[in-house]
């Protein structure tokens, strides 16, 4: 009871960092550009979080459980071109998310596949299916680009449902209220939560391990197929170079939140609240024209930094510990 | 001699069939495209193949250190671009310093980069995947600033810089017999050292190497930094071959690495490797990249090709696996 109580105090303390840092991101954008703080801004920095953070909820429920997937940009590439080509070849909007839908839980599922049946180990197995589903994408489409997407179709990624709320930030919304509601108010959850902090005992304890870790590869392929529908409707366009490098944002989104690498940790609070301050913080970098890739540098630091802080202080407890003991 | 483990480990030249099966596949590709397209198999040509593989092996193995000892550095790629910009920038302000001078420049810069790895592996105990996903993005933002973006193209490296790695020697090129002269040290140092030996211990069971005295994380250092001092050399051989240097050189090539080591049979559970593996796996590899072309497939299918056969090994190397013992209560490796 004590130890539940210690997490549950330590989750409220790291989510709370998390808000607060959002609150000074938030006043330094104030701050230092007269533009950010009006509606409109606002509204629009949501899209810098909105399809990383769909693909994060998922990705947090599969971390959680002791896997990662670090193929989810390259399915998102592939689900893309599916869905250009359905524009070629004249579908309407509704077939096109089918087939971006499709095609993501077929790459997820093919993930499942490889880590369940085959026993790779997932860093490996996503590693080869991201350099194959990328590079499908870059072998159908070479260098060009696929741009003729039908009338309708730019709702997905640009409409607003209502007032400054976008589908998008909608779609975010109820994707996270549903995962929220599976993680912490459900069987399913805590058996997620049992896999990732030991396999083998949940295993013996009679849980289908393999079957949970399947379908979580298959959620996380079908909401990178959905993030693939809403960017390229946002883009308006496809290339193969679609999403390059998001798959460290999403996974620094996840450990952000306080997921465990190790698996067995993690909430779902702490996973939006860290796709909000990230993608509130490389908005607030864009409008002082910082390039990408000093971006992904401090994104980087971040990343290494949150994982560092608490192994480092409980290091420097363990030590004082131990030269007390001596003394 | 430390008294045998109860339990003989899982040595890394257990499955001895691998390397054999590795190398007839190699030789039947050599000779299937050899008969459709003789200018394929001639020694000029495998030679090229070896000069266009050199630094792959080079990475790859020391890759394969990192592997071995339970982690992986996906930072190679990104220490590539660093160390090489590093190196092509000093070659600039300096051109009157000679190239071993640069080349151990360039080592040494990389195993400065190879040691931040290890040491947040080693002693702050992040995750390498999560500790080098976050040092490949820092390395390459680290490359920009220090380049203002700018590359440094052909004409503003010496030309002495860009011939020397290409000087034949018995017939090979020098950055061919700079492989050969890596896969001979390496090779030594895993089979005949006790730091390389150390490696293995690390990797096929820590609990067990803690019992007899060997610091994982210190080894798992080692390796990070071997492996940091391997793409250090390779940041100049690579500006040096490809006679340019900007942030995103070598971009996405840690996948390529990861590949050969996988192809070769390194475990990604830790503690087996072997070098001969790992060399059979980046010249599969060269074969292949060099072999596209010829058969008529748009290089922008290699991509593709290289996750089909990282896919491919990997499901090989846990069907081997899985054919010996395992204890019940092992979980699964993530």
């Known amino acids: ?87 070629l070849a004249g579908w309407p909007p509704s077939a096109l998310v089918m087939a971006s839908l499709a095609v993501g839980i077929g790459c997820g599922a093919c993930n499942g596949w490889l880590v369940t049946v085959c026993r790779v180990p997932a860093l490996v197995a996503t590693i080869g299916t991201m350099s194959l589903f990328r590079g499908i994408a870059y072998g159908v ?69 393999n079957g949970y870790r399947f379908w979580l590869f298959a959620a996380t392929g079908a909401a990178s197929g959905l993030a693939s529908v809403l960017l390229t409707s946002r883009l308006s366009s ?34 939006m609240l860290a796709a909000i301050l990230l993608g509130l913080l490389t908005f607030g970098l864009g409008m002082h024209n910082i390039p990408g890739i000093v971006m992904s540098m401090i994104i980087g630091i971040l990343l290494i930094t949150i994982v560092a802080i608490p192994n480092l202080t409980s290091r420097l407890a363990a030590f004082r510990d131990s030269t007390i003991d001596r003394s | 001699m430390p008294p045998q483990p109860p339990e003989p480990m899982r040595l890394p030249n257990r499955i001895p069939g691998r390397e054999s099966a590795l190398a007839a596949v190699i030789v039947v590709m050599v000779a299937a495209l050899g008969l459709r397209w003789p200018q394929f198999a001639t020694l000029s040509s495998l030679r090229d193949v070896l000069d266009d593989t050199a630094i ?22 990104a220490n590539v671009a660093l160390s090489g910009m590093i190196v092509a920038q000093l070659e600039q302000s300096h051109p009157s310093l000679p190239i071993l001078v640069l080349m151990i420049f360039g080592m040494l810069a990389g195993s400065v980069f190879g040691a931040v790895n290890g040491l947040l592996v080693w002693l702050v105990r992040v995750p390498s995947i999560v500790a080098t996903l976050g040092t490949m993005a820092m390395f390459r933002g680290i490359v920009y600033l220090i380049s203002a973006g700018r590359w440094i193209n052909s004409d503003q490296l010496s030309p002495q810089f860009q011939q020397e790695i290409r000087d034949t020697w018995l017939g090979l090129s020098m950055l061919s017999w700079l492989a050969i002269a890596g896969v001979a040290l390496i090779a030594l140092l895993l089979r005949y050292t006790n730091a390389g030996r150390r490696l ?59 590949a050969a080591c996988v192809i070769g049979g390194v475990s990604i559970r830790g503690g087996s490797g072997t070098v001969a593996g790992v060399l059979l796996g980046c010249v599969f590899l060269g074969i292949v990249r060099n072999a596209l072309p010829l058969v008529g497939i748009s290089p922008f299918w290699q991509m593709a090709v290289n996750g089909l056969v990282i896919v491919g090994a990997a499901m090989l190397n846990e069907q081997a696996s899985a054919e010996q013992p395992r204890r019940i209560l092992e979980p699964d490796a993530k």
């Open chain 2, 56 to 77: 792959l092996i080079l990475l790859a193995l020391g890759q394969m250190l990192v592997i071995v000892t339970r982690c992986i550095d996906l930072s190679v790629a």
């Open chain 2, 200 to 258: 293995y211990l690390a990797g096929g069971n820590p609990a067990a190497a803690a019992y007899v005295g060997v610091q994982v994380g210190r080894s798992q250092f080692n390796a990070f930094v071997l492996c940091g001092m391997l793409a250090g050399l390779c940041g100049y051989l690579w500006v040096a071959r490809f006679a340019v240097a900007y942030t995103d050189i070598a971009s996405g090539f840690e996948l390529q690495v990861i």
């Open chain 1, 1 to 87: 009871m004590n130890r539940i109580h210690h997490i549950a105090m330590r989750a409220l303390r790291w989510e709370s960092i998390l808000g607060a840092a959002i609150l000074v991101v938030l006043i330094v954008n104030t701050l230092t550009s007269p533009y950010f703080l009006n509606a409109q801004t606002l509204a629009d920095a949501t899209f810098n979080f909105t399809e990383k953070g769909l693909v994060a909820l998922p990705m947090a429920l599969l971390m959680i459980a002791g896997d990662i997937d670090i193929s989810v940009a390259a399915i998102m590439a592939l689900c893309s071109i599916a869905m250009g080509y359905g524009a």
């Open chain 1, 238 to 271: 496809t290339r193969p170079t679609l999403a390059a490098g998001w798959e460290l944002e999403i996974i620094t989104i996840v450990i952000l939140g306080g997921v465990s690498v190790n698996g067995g940790r993690g909430t779902i609070p702490g996973v």
């Open chain 1, 141 to 209: 489409l070479g260098d060009q680009a696929l741009k003729n997407y039908p009338r309708g179709f730019e709702f997905f990624g640009q409409g607003y449902v209502a007032g400054l709320f976008s589908l998008e930030l909608v779609l975010l919304i109820v994707a996270a209220l549903l995962s929220a509601t599976l993680l912490h108010q459900t069987v399913i959850g805590r058996r997620i939560y049992a896999i990732g902090a030991n396999n083998v005992a949940a295993r013996m304890s009679g849980i289908a391990v």
